[in-house]
């Protein structure tokens, strides 16, 4: 079975450097992160919900974010922005190059999340 990803997730991977809500979190994205980046040809499903990295995120409450507005809204404008469909089948590498190329490349990042709470990093690692 895929494992599920939350669209946004594919630009937080891009900038992820250890931070983050508490260190149940971290641990968690970063041990997600390793395994992605150890399999790259796996299959991922894109979908506008909980994912695997919402496991420890204090915003999943039994499965719902309390910030599902501003995330859904990012899933979306991720999904439209790589030409992707909620619910694709897509190998990890493949949907990290995309975004790579079609947004972080393009400088349509801070459009997409520019009032994330963690945006700082990005832009530190956009600047660089």
Known sequence: M??????????????????????????????????????????????????IVCKNCP????????SQEKVRKYDNEVLKACGISNGTEIKYQDFISTVKTKIIDTGLR?????DCGWNYICDKFNKA
């Open 59 to 66: 915003n999943n409450e039994s499965g719902i974010c309390t």
């Open 110 to 114: 801070a459009e997409i999340c520019g």
């Open 2 to 51: 895929n494992k599920i990803l939350r669209p946004h997730h594919g630009m937080c991977f891009q900038f992820y450097e250890g931070k983050g809500y508490s260190e149940d979190f971290t641990d968690h994205m970063g041990r997600i992160i390793y395994e992605m980046e150890e399999d790259p040809a796996q299959m991922i499903t894109l979908k506008v919900e909980t994912d």
